[in-house]
């Protein structure tokens, strides 16, 4: 089975890295990319083939389309004409619906919709994956292979899509987020730089470690910690005084809604 992947960002480099990993053979391989100096970087890195879009839809049997939403539209009405009956479309796209791409290719196209975030460059991914209307088991089976390279997969319905890209999607630049902060308070207080990195990124994959492998509830978890009286429950309290729960909740309400926008083509 071949595999085109159209568009070669953050995230197609990621998938097509991924493939390559997983023992995927390069020569059944290809990639689209706008970008020259990017295709030769992606050529010289991987040994993989960089064609033209329609070359990559005409010779492909899945085409992972990896462009940003705003793009979807003009990559689709380039390759359309290339497409037939029976290749399967994984589209990576925030917003993107099954239905809009189904709505610009040739009926009997298969897609799929999937969702994955960056830490699939690392083998720890998480992607989820819902079927268009034209989808049997094996484009089902062929999109949870191409991410389960890179990861976990979940499938889900496609109207949760727009708030699985919210937390899981986006999730990644979150957790940096609070990382990068507990860093800066670290040197705040006075450790050294590299000092407060190592310890704040070992307490993440710590708990993150204790998380899957207990299965207990982070409530609980979070309780473990906070001794009564103690230096946890402190830094809590002034959490809960400055709403980060509340900011969290608005934040993913924000991206979900954005995610809805994107869909719209704004
Ligand atoms: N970066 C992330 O964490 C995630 C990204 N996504 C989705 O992945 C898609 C790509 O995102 P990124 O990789 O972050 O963006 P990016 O900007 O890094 O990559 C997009 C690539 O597409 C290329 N491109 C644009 N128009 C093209 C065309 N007509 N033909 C061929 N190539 C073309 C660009 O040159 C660029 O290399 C987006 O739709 C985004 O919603 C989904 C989940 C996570
Ligand atoms: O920020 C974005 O739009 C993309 C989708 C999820 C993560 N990155």
Do not use: W
Request: glycine share 10%.
């Amino acid at each position: 089975m071949s595999t085109a992947i159209i568009g070669a960002g953050v995230m197609g480099e990621t998938l097509l890295s991924g493939l390559v990993r997983a023992g995927r053979r390069v020569d059944q391989l290809m990639v689209g990319e706008k970008r020259a100096e990017r295709a030769r970087e992606l050529e010289e890195r991987y040994g993989v083939a960089v064609v033209s879009n329609r070359e990559a839809a005409a010779k492909a049997d899945t085409v992972a389309l990896v462009v940003k939403p705003q793009d979807m539209g003009d990559v689709l009405d380039e390759i359309a004409g290339e497409l037939r009956p029976g290749q399967l479309i994984v589209s990576l796209a925030a917003g993107i619906t099954t239905a809009f791409i189904e709505s610009r290719v040739p009926e009997g196209v298969a897609v799929v919709r999937v969702m994955p975030n960056t830490p699939a460059l690392v083998d720890e991914g998480m992607a989820a994956i819902a079927p268009g209307s034209h989808c049997d088991e094996s484009h089902l089976t062929e999109a949870e292979s191409l991410m389960a390279s890179t990861g976990k997969v979940l499938r889900i319905p496609e109207k949760q899509m727009d708030a699985v890209t919210a937390i899981s999607g986006s999730g990644p630049a979150y957790i940096f987020f609070v990382v990068e902060s507990m860093i800066e308070a670290g040197v705040h207080l006075g450790l050294p730089r590299a000092t407060a990195t190592e310890l704040v990124v070992q307490t993440l994959v710590g708990s993150a470690a204790m998380l899957r492998e207990t299965g207990t509830h982070p409530v609980v978890l979070r309780e473990q910690v906070t001794s009564p009286g103690g230096t946890t429950a402190s830094a809590l309290r002034e959490l809960e005084i400055h709403k980060v729960r509340a900011a969290f909740l608005a934040a993913m309400e924000a991206a979900r809604n954005r995610s809805r926008e994107l869909a719209e083509g704004s």
